[in-house]
């Protein structure tokens, strides 16, 4: 009887957290889409060569990074996709979320500065910790670019 109930406690916090996981995740993705909204007017470009209506502005150098830790049931998802092979999903929304949450803080950093554009957008991505077996427990994404700032009195 107990051991019943040691499970019951076991799998009523595993449902406990996958609900609370869920439910962060979908106030995450809210956020970004209304913050998204709001930066629309910022314009960003991966190309190199800035155009020449951009002359006379001034640019400078705006980044954002963000981390963000997989959790136990991402990865517990991720191990059993491992066994059958394919797309693992679990881990591609935490990577869209960490990719987007990045360029938004690059462009709020841009916004700060006055810039209506950036230039040679990069994003880099790179694990920081590992667990057991290698797993990787957090990512870090880390977006740059050249903000161009118009002239004062342009």
Same mark, same amino acid.
Do not use: W
């Given at each position: 009887m107990d051991?019943? =109930?040691?499970?019951?406690?076991?799998?009523?916090?595993?449902?406990i957290? %996958?609900?609370?996981?869920?439910?962060?995740?979908?106030?995450?993705?809210?956020? =970004?889409?209304?913050? &998204?909204?709001?930066?629309?007017?910022? #314009?960003?470009?991966?190309?190199?060569k800035?155009?020449?209506?951009?002359?006379n502005?001034?640019g400078?150098? +705006?980044s954002?990074?963000?981390?963000?830790? +997989?959790?136990?049931?991402?990865?517990v998802? /991720?191990?059993?996709?491992?066994?059958?092979?394919?797309r693992?999903?679990? %881990?591609e929304? #935490?990577?869209?979320? /960490?990719?987007? &949450?990045?360029q938004?803080r690059?462009?709020?950093? /841009?916004?700060r500065?006055?810039?209506?554009a950036?230039?040679?957008?990069?994003? &880099?991505?790179?694990? =920081?910790?590992?667990?057991?077996?290698?797993?990787?427990?957090? +990512?870090? +994404? %880390? /977006? %740059?670019?050249? @903000? #161009?700032? @118009?002239? @004062?009195?342009?």
């Amino acid at each position: 009887m107990d051991q019943l =109930i040691n499970l019951g406690i076991f799998l009523s916090l595993v449902l406990i957290g %996958y609900i609370f996981g869920r439910m962060a995740e979908r106030r995450h993705f809210k956020s =970004i889409r209304e913050r &998204e909204a709001n930066l629309a007017d910022i #314009l960003t470009f991966s190309e190199r060569k800035i155009p020449t209506d951009f002359d006379n502005c001034r640019g400078q150098l +705006v980044s954002g990074a963000v981390v963000v830790s +997989v959790d136990y049931f991402k990865m517990v998802s /991720a191990g059993l996709r491992n066994l059958v092979g394919g797309r693992v999903s679990a %881990y591609e929304s #935490l990577l869209e979320r /960490a990719r987007r &949450e990045a360029q938004l803080r690059m462009k709020e950093e /841009a916004r700060r500065l006055g810039a209506k554009a950036v230039f040679n957008v990069r994003l &880099e991505t790179s694990a =920081i910790s590992q667990g057991q077996n290698n797993q990787t427990r957090s +990512v870090e +994404v %880390y /977006a %740059y670019g050249t @903000a #161009l700032i @118009a002239p @004062a009195n342009g």
